[in-house]
């Protein structure tokens, strides 16, 4: 239901672009996301939107990283600057989709990015 891609290494102070597309029988996309998950670490939000367009992000990547969506594609993307490497992380898509009139959680596969000092 959900492809990530994008990951890959970069140096410090790069940037990165991932995409998450969406497929199947979708009436609906309610919002995306995407998460991160760092080796011993605990799965964390990272950026959200809305259907309405409307976005959160966590501290942490305020300012560098944007979230958008391109809805007639149900594709969700994450363009990161300024990346640290504290980013590195299996970042994952996450969306909330209506295939029915009662809409389930899915989860991308992941992909990794890695930022090297």
């Known amino acids: 239901q959900l492809q990530a891609s994008g990951g890959g290494l970069v140096q410090a102070g790069g940037s990165l672009r991932l995409s998450c597309v969406a497929s199947g029988d979708i009436l609906n996309i309610e919002r995306m996301g995407w998460y991160r998950q760092a080796p011993g670490k605990q799965r964390e939000l990272v950026a959200r939107?809305?259907?309405?367009?409307?976005?959160m992000y966590s501290d942490s990547v305020k300012g560098r990283f944007t979230i958008s969506a391109d809805q007639s594609k149900d594709t969700v993307f994450l363009q990161m600057h300024s990346l640290k490497p504290e980013d590195t992380a299996v970042y994952y898509c996450?969306?909330?989709?209506?295939?029915?009139?009662?809409?389930?959680?899915?989860w991308g596969q992941g992909t990794l990015v890695t930022v090297s000092s």
């Open positions: 939107i809305e259907a309405d367009d409307t976005t």
């Open positions: 996450k969306a909330f989709i209506y295939t029915t009139a009662i809409g389930d959680e899915y």
